[in-house]
Each structure stands twice: as C-alpha cells, then as structure tokens.
C-alpha cells in the first residue's frame, strides 16, 4: 500500500539556521512526489515536485528537495530559514497519473528569531 | 499558474442542517476534482474523486449518503454535507489536478472551508 511518512512532527529551527525535512514513502512504482506548505486555516502551496529525471529538485522561497530511490526519501531543504517560513509543511506521493495525494502526517515548523 | 477557488471559506451552520461548499478551477478544466478532510493539527485524508459526468468514487468508510458531491461542470465540484452534526466540524479542502498532454503534473488546491456545526 503506499503512504509516506513524516518522523518529525515538530521542528523548531533558529531564523538563519539550515533546516531539513523528512519524508519517506512507500510506493510499488516510480513515484512523483510533492511537498507543500500550509499557513494556518488556509489551503496548500506547491513547494516542488518531483516526477522524473534530476533527482535534486528546486523550488519555490528557495527550497529543494532531493529524491533518493534507494532510502525512499525525499527530504526537503533550505540553507537558511526566515521567519516568514513557520508554516505546516506536507509531503505527498502522487497515486500513479490519478492526480490523487496521499499526505504524510505533516511537520511544523517553528522559527526562533 | 493555476487557481482553484473555494467557496465559502468559513461557515457555521446548526445541527441538522445541510451545507454546500462549491471548488471552482478557474482557468483550466478538471474532468476530477478532489475532496479532503482536515482535522486540527492532522494530515490531508481523501475523502473522494468526483467526476464530471458521472458518479463519485468514495473512499473506504466516507459515508456517501453524508457527503454528497456533484460534478455538474468541467470547471465547477460541490461538496454537501447532509444532516451535519458537531462531529462533522473540520476543514475540507478541494484539489484539482492540472493535466498537459495527458499527465497530471500538479494539483492544484482551493483555500478551504472551515465548517462548525453547532
């Protein structure tokens, strides 16, 4: 069956600090794989995605991603975080060409100033 | 890119009442549309695939009857919860997925819904 798994519920980072973020997935097939960011009470922003070809993938406010088949990993990163980043983040694996997300548990992030 | 609109983003209704929550894709067509659920400080569960045309696919223990969704356009989903009772309460929240050339590359989210019944 596939699912994805966030370990960390909760991370709290200090501003300027690097952060990582897990995520492992269980999926027969390859996968494409996304992660989003959630602000409180509102719906979900597309940080990256992954379907395909390179495996270290860039997105948006200057965070990536790199797929590793052989951990079934895609950890999420940026070098240095703002505070604007204290968000809900979600990594998800697409269910084939469906269009349909299976959502790992989500981690908070908090930023210390 | 893309913009999936949801309406309303908040609404509170009485026990027993039935309540309507429209996803609008507005520049692109979705033949599916998808329909989550949220809880308070938990993940996205599925709740649904609607169709345009024809009928939705429920996911296991999402009670049809409860949850009625009609996918009358290419463009437009609704979502209505029958009989809604306080245990209804959370947050729903529309997807539609953005196909070119056949592959869906994104979905693209609404802002949500937050209902209470009280």
């Known amino acids: 069956a596939q699912s994805v798994t966030q370990p960390d519920i909760h991370i709290t980072v200090s501003e300027g600090a690097s952060l990582e973020l897990r995520c492992n997935y269980s999926y027969g097939a390859t996968p494409y794989l996304f992660w989003y960011v959630q602000s409180p009470g509102q719906g979900l922003q597309l940080l990256l995605k992954y379907f395909s070809g390179d495996t270290l993938v860039q997105g948006i406010k200057g965070f990536e991603a790199e797929f590793k088949r052989s951990q079934s990993s895609f950890n999420l990163r940026k070098p240095s975080v703002h505070w604007s980043d204290a968000a809900e983040y979600f990594c998800?694996?697409?269910?084939?060409?469906?269009?349909?997300?299976?959502f790992g548990q989500g981690t908070t992030l908090q930023v210390k100033p | 890119g893309a913009v999936v609109s949801q309406h309303p983003s908040r609404v509170i209704c009485k026990s027993g009442t039935s309540v309507k929550i429209e996803c609008r894709s507005l520049d692109f067509q979705a033949t599916t549309m998808f329909w989550y659920r949220q809880f308070p400080k938990q993940s996205l569960m599925l709740m649904a695939t609607?169709?345009?045309?024809?009928?939705?696919?429920?996911e296991q223990g999402v009670e049809k009857d409860k949850f009625l969704i009609n996918h009358a356009s290419l463009t437009l989903s609704t979502l209505t919860v029958t009989s809604a009772h306080p245990e209804d309460s959370s947050f729903y929240i529309c997807?539609?997925?953005?196909?070119?050339?056949?592959?869906?590359?994104?979905?693209?989210f609404g802002q949500g819904t937050r209902l209470t019944v009280v």
């Open positions: 997807s539609a997925p953005h196909r070119d050339r056949g592959v869906n590359t994104e979905a693209f």
């Open positions: 998800a694996v697409g269910a084939g060409n469906t269009g349909k997300l299976i």
């Open positions: 609607s169709n345009e045309g024809s009928k939705a696919t429920y």
